[in-house]
């Protein structure tokens, strides 16, 4: 875990009473200087536990991932109307440099935004030159309700990756011939959890 306090992460049971026990994560004002954020960014993210640098996940440029996830957003979320509010992500290896992709919620109405990243020659500590990043409107999340995601990424750092993101069975973007991830990154990984 990632957190200011131990509790901000916790195995609880399912408040709706569907899904037996889940993980609840919370991010409370304050929660700023946590693993590398600053004193503006809050933050409580889950990894993968004993993961070391170079070995979180070791996704690749070239590889295809399929993977699947539930979220449930509690009916008093709120969130500054920005859309750095980041929920889950595939992280770079190393710090400083942007996530190649990561699905983030903007405003009290929980709006979802994606946000792909790459290109470039990875480097250790800063940001490519060369790379670029778009972002997609998704759609907004229905508060308290379970939703279900899937979502398949092809890394290419040269533009021809791809991602598809489904929720609760419905498509909500199939984009193409994208840059996702740096040429040369040792190994991307999977976070969960709220950075804003």
Not at 3 to 29: S, W
Not at 63 to 81: G, K
Not at 173 to 192: F, H, L, R, S, T
């Given at each position: 875990?990632?957190?200011?306090?131990?509790?901000?992460?916790?195995?609880?049971?399912?408040?709706?009473?569907?899904?037996?026990?889940?993980?609840?994560?919370?991010?409370?004002?304050?929660?700023?200087?946590?693993?590398g954020s600053t004193s503006q960014a809050e933050r409580a993210s889950v990894i993968r536990a004993g993961a070391q640098q170079g070995d979180?996940?070791?996704?690749?440029?070239?590889?295809?991932?399929?993977?699947?996830?539930?979220?449930?957003?509690?009916?008093?979320?709120?969130?500054?109307?920005?859309?750095?509010?980041?929920?889950?992500?595939?992280?770079?290896?190393?710090?400083?440099?942007?996530?190649?992709?990561?699905?983030?919620?903007?405003?009290?109405?929980?709006?979802?935004?994606?946000?792909?990243?790459?290109?470039?020659?990875?480097?250790?500590?800063?940001?490519?030159?060369?790379?670029?990043?778009?972002?997609?409107?998704?759609?907004?999340?229905?508060?308290?309700?379970?939703?279900?995601?899937?979502?398949?990424?092809?890394?290419?750092?040269?533009?021809?990756?791809?991602?598809?993101?489904?929720?609760?069975?419905?498509?909500?973007?199939?984009?193409?011939?994208?840059?996702?991830?740096?040429?040369?990154?040792?190994?991307?990984?999977?976070?969960?959890?709220?950075?804003?």
């Open positions: 875990d990632r957190a200011k306090e131990p509790d901000r992460v916790a195995y609880v049971p399912d408040p709706l009473g569907q899904r037996g026990t889940v993980q609840r994560i919370e991010v409370r004002p304050g929660d700023t200087n946590v693993f979180l996940g070791g996704f690749l440029n070239g590889q295809t991932l399929v993977m699947s996830w539930s979220m449930m957003i509690d009916s008093n979320f709120t969130s500054p109307p920005r859309d750095w509010n980041i929920f889950a992500d595939i992280h770079a290896s190393g710090g400083k440099i942007g996530s190649p992709w990561q699905i983030s919620l903007s405003g009290d109405e929980a709006k979802l935004r994606l946000r792909l990243y790459g290109g470039g020659q990875w480097i250790d500590g800063g940001q490519p030159a060369g790379s670029e990043f778009k972002f997609f409107t998704l759609g907004t999340v229905t508060k308290n309700k379970w939703h279900d995601f899937v979502t398949q990424v092809k890394f290419d750092c040269t533009g021809h990756g791809f991602t598809r993101i489904w929720m609760d069975g419905n498509q909500l973007i199939d984009a193409a011939e994208q840059k996702i991830g740096y040429c040369g990154d040792p190994g991307m990984y999977w976070k969960q959890g709220f950075y804003r």
